[in-house]
């Protein structure tokens, strides 16, 4: 399976946890496109950034490009029907202050006991941390995204994480491109797989250990 289409059931996935009424705030990368596969059922959701924006829109075409409206990702955007706008400290009293319903984040390491490595490689440059840390605490609930293995086929679901963490038992749900976990008191439950997947692969691409929930 190419990777495009390995995302593709990544973010469909995730999508899923979207429901009215949230308040959602989106990482970098891939959990931006999240918003795209929303299901039409859904309503009154609101997109917020940490530079101060709650109320995202889609992506603009060209002639609604404008260089002021940009995401915590220096992305241009557009903004909905009713978005606000406001400083940064206030944005960040939001997430600390429990408003944030629903993070969905990229990972680059998850271990098994619900800690997050998202933020940094030693000895790359970094622009910065950006508000991971805080919304991995903040929010109501934190949901992972990322591919199972990384490009050399080592498992990216450890016992431990070897990365700079950014949060330690703050993960509720991971989403891989081969299963779907959840996280509780420290442990780990193997609750969904995806779609073509066994469950013999997840044991081999999982250098954590994890309980089985399967139904």
Same mark, same amino acid.
């Given at each position: 399976m190419d990777k495009k289409t390995q995302r593709q059931k990544i973010i469909r996935r995730a999508a899923q946890e979207i429901k009215s009424n949230m308040v959602i705030n989106l990482g970098i990368g891939m959990p931006t496109l999240v918003a795209n596969e929303m299901n039409d059922h859904v309503e009154n959701v609101y997109f917020q950034s940490e530079n101060g924006l709650l109320g995202i829109g889609p992506y603009p075409s060209e002639s609604e490009i404008d260089p002021d409206l940009i995401n915590a990702g220096k992305e241009t955007v557009t903004a909905v029907k009713g978005a606000s706008f406001f400083d940064n400290a206030d944005s960040f009293a939001m997430i600390r202050g429990g408003h944030i319903d629903l993070a969905i984040l990229g990972g680059m390491e998850v271990s098994q006991n619900g800690? /997050?490595? !998202?933020?940094? +490689?030693?000895? @790359? /440059?970094? @622009? #910065? %941390? #950006? #508000?991971? %840390?805080? /919304? &991995? &605490?903040?929010?109501? *609930?934190?949901? &992972? +995204? %990322?591919?199972?293995? !990384? *490009?050399? #086929?080592?498992?990216?679901v450890k016992k431990k994480c070897t990365l700079p963490l950014t949060g330690t038992q703050v993960i509720t749900r991971l989403i891989t491109d081969l299963a779907v976990f959840d996280f509780k008191d420290g442990q780990m439950w193997l609750t969904e797989l995806q779609e073509g997947v066994t469950l013999e692969e997840v044991i081999a691409k999982t250098e954590a250990e994890f309980e089985n929930q399967l139904k």
């Open positions: 800690d /997050l490595a !998202n933020y940094m +490689i030693p000895g @790359k /440059l970094v @622009k #910065g %941390m #950006g #508000g991971a %840390m805080d /919304l &991995v &605490v903040g929010a109501q *609930k934190v949901v &992972v +995204i %990322m591919d199972h293995v !990384n *490009k050399y #086929g080592e498992s990216k």
